[in-house]
């Protein structure tokens, strides 16, 4: 196996600048969007990550600083080649007719022609995580979402009323969109629909399970494993979202318009996706583990043996 030469100084800083130059221009680029994004935010839960997305890109790369550095090349022409392609496609959903998603998922292969062109392929690779948190904070089409998020919303919903319905002296009902209580103090209604557009925090949890994974380099088997656990966690932290949801507002008496069970509900579940997704990552087999202490004993045994 040959020895990876190391990288200079003058190699790094020559790397990052031809980065800084590319990934400016990608900013200008795509400005508007970046905009329209971001002016999208308060109005809806889809998009609230993507505040914070730049923030955790940045993290990323601060955590993978000392492995980007060693794997710098001069770059791929290659790099140049797949922003041209990125180019066409922002071009080709912008005229003659307009494809917002679909627009805005070209910056994501320019990005990556960034990163080539100035960095190379092993920069790439090392890259591919914040490249999924770019991704990953794109708003999804309207249309395409409720088509892809109504199942789960289903059975989200019939999961906390059954849970709800468990409570003491408390009876739950789903009507339309919105799921209404009724107790011996009061009744209401939980959520006003909220538990649809809620829903859309399902990216958020995703991206949270996106950071915890590869802020540190990972075997390749931990980030198969915490993929397969990807989804049951989402679906698990939504229903955990919507369920302190009706908590708050059937306990505290809140009325369901208030934004204490919107920020509470939110607050919780996102700290339980966190914390899920570290022990995914951090859960030893101890199976393997055993082997391998077996193994390593054993060779330290026969050294030993032969050194006497």
Not at 223 to 237: E, K, N, T
Not at 260 to 278: D, E, I, K
């Amino acid at each position: 196996m040959l020895n990876q030469r190391e990288v200079t100084g003058s190699e790094i800083a020559g790397a990052v600048a031809r980065l800084a130059i590319l990934s400016g221009l990608c900013v200008w680029v795509f400005w508007p969007e970046a905009v329209d994004i971001t002016s999208r935010v308060p109005k809806s839960s889809e998009t609230a990550h993507a505040l914070v997305t730049p923030v955790a890109v940045l993290l990323l790369v601060y955590c993978r600083r000392t492995a980007l550095a060693k794997n710098l090349t001069k770059g791929s022409v290659w790099g140049i080649i797949l922003l041209v392609v990125g180019l066409f496609l922002y071009a080709g959903t912008t005229w003659p007719f307009r494809y917002g998603y679909a627009r805005n998922m070209a910056t994501v292969p320019i990005l990556a022609g960034a990163v080539l062109a100035a960095c190379g392929w092993r920069a790439l690779k090392l890259s591919l995580p914040m490249l999924l948190l770019v991704l990953l904070s794109i708003p999804i089409g309207t249309r395409l979402y409720a088509t892809l998020i109504i199942r789960p919303e289903t059975y989200t919903t019939t999961a906390t009323t059954t849970a709800l319905d468990q409570l003491p002296g408390i009876d739950t009902w789903v009507e339309g969109t919105d799921l209404f209580f009724s107790s011996k103090q009061s009744s209401g209604v939980i959520g006003l629909g909220e538990f649809n557009r809620g829903a859309r925090l399902l990216l958020a949890f995703v991206t949270v399970g996106v950071f915890v994974t590869f802020s540190q380099i990972r075997p390749f088997w931990r980030v198969v494993a915490s993929g397969v656990a990807a989804v049951p966690i989402v679906l698990f932290c939504n229903f955990f979202r919507l369920l302190c949801w009706g908590l708050v507002v059937i306990y505290t008496g809140v009325g369901a318009a208030s934004a204490l069970p919107r920020n509470v509900s939110t607050v919780c579940s996102l700290f339980l996706s966190y914390g899920l997704f570290a022990f995914v990552c951090a859960f030893r087999l101890n199976l393997f583990i055993e082997d391998d202490e077996k193994d390593k004993d054993a060779n330290t045994g026969e050294v030993i043996h032969a050194q006497s």
